[in-house]
């Protein structure tokens, strides 16, 4: 997912949990994961190293999937990895 708009809400989030741009983006391409939570709303997830000491965290993306492009509604960051993923 490359053409997708970050809103200024997901920015405000990511500056505030401390997720940078490039590991948003990051996720958006790699796409471990992507769950429909709604028509028109998905949350793509993928696991990144963040902190320091440095700790796997699964970083869960909002993305809003009914605009032309998609829009990143908001993001957010959880250790508790295996509570998140799918069990399909």
Known sequence: MEAV???????????????TESLVREVLYRREEIIDLRP?????????????????YLLRVFVDTDREPPEVATVYRTSKIDKYRSRT
């Open 40 to 56: 028109g709303r998905a949350v793509i997830q993928g696991t990144a190293r963040m902190g320091d000491p440095p700790r796997d």
């Open 5 to 19: 708009v970050i809103t200024d809400h997901a920015k405000t989030q990511m500056a505030r949990r401390g997720i």
